[in-house]
């Protein structure tokens, strides 16, 4: 009971809402620095020296064949997968490789899956809610107890996603779209540096996909947004510059434009059942 009073006491609970110097370092370089990555499962490259950065705030598209490593990648950058070799920077101050899933997450990179995990039974309202809680056991606690930057919080993630008016909805009658920019309100609620994002528009209509890209172009420049999609007309819409990886490497880089003209790309896509480059 006592622990749940401390929670429930306003300067505790939200002492993370107090703005803070991030403690990421980005004065001397990218936000994101990979340098040689390799990892194997069971003698299979499926990362083979890996060399990626990405610039604080940038958006930056990935794209490859099935199996070229992608996933793979963001569970390197989250902590989930131990590379055997080479070097993950967070900024120039976190060795991302020294650190386990939790750290990384509240050092401030989010992911999200390809598939909703919103909690259905509750509004939308309380899911962002929920997002921002310490302790995820407390929400009625909280409820009680919400200040007005919290309030605020929420409020301005409602706007940027485009669900101010299915606040008091339960997260699951959405649609399958308003599910996916839930999920995403749910990662800003912690303010991250950034963003990992597989396969945002996956089963989207026409329209969501329009909104998607509206709100993942939105956010680059307040933070570092890493789309992976397979969807070509989609990351056209969204793209300044695209990364394209085969074999567990970089094959190529640059625009949308200069990627797909690029021969060793065309050559890869040849044969692939998603729509080709
Ligand atoms: N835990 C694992 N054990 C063995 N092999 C794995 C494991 N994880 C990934 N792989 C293999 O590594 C390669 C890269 O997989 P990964 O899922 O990263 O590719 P991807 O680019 O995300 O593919 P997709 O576009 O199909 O999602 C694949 O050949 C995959 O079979």
């Known amino acids: 009971m006592n622990i749940l009073k401390e929670l429930a006491n ?29 990892v194997s499962f069971d003698g299979f490259k499926a990362i083979d020296n890996l060399n990626l950065t ?7 598209c990935i794209i490859g064949p099935n199996g070229a490593g992608k996933t793979t990648m963001m569970d390197i950058i989250t902590g989930k997968t131990r590379p055997d070799t080479g070097k993950v920077w967070f900024g120039s101050r976190h060795d991302l490789l020294t650190m386990n899933e939790p750290e990384i997450a509240r050092l401030g990179i989010g992911r999200k899956f390809q598939k909703p995990t919103v909690f259905e039974a509750l509004t939308v309202f309380e899911n962002l809610e929920l997002a921002m809680s310490a302790d ?8 009680a107890r919400m200040n007005g930057a919290m309030r605020d919080r929420i409020d301005e993630v409602l706007e940027m996603t485009g669900l101010v008016a299915q606040r008091r909805q339960l997260a699951g009658i959405l649609s399958h779209g308003q599910k ?46 890493v789309v ?20 567990g490497s970089v094959l190529a880089e640059g625009s949308m434009d200069q990627v797909q003209g690029d021969p060793r790309v065309i050559e890869v896509y040849l044969g692939e059942s998603e729509e080709a480059v």
């Open 228 to 247: 992976v999609e397979h969807d070509m007309g989609f990351v056209r819409s969204i793209a300044r510059k695209v990364t394209v990886l085969h074999q």
């Open 136 to 143: 995820k056991r407390v929400l009625p606690t909280l409820t």
């Open 54 to 60: 990405i610039d604080d705030g940038e958006l930056r």
């Open 10 to 38: 306003r300067d505790r609970v939200f002492d993370f809402l107090a703005p803070a110097d991030s403690p990421v370092d980005v004065r001397h370089g990218p936000i994101l620095y990979m340098e040689d990555v390799t």
């Open 180 to 225: 996916q920019w839930l999920e995403i309100g749910m990662l800003l609620m912690q303010r991250p540096r950034l963003l990992l994002v597989d396969e945002p528009v996956a089963g989207m209509t026409e329209q969501e996909m329009e909104r998607t890209a509206e709100l993942l172009t939105g956010l680059a420049g307040k933070q570092s947004v």
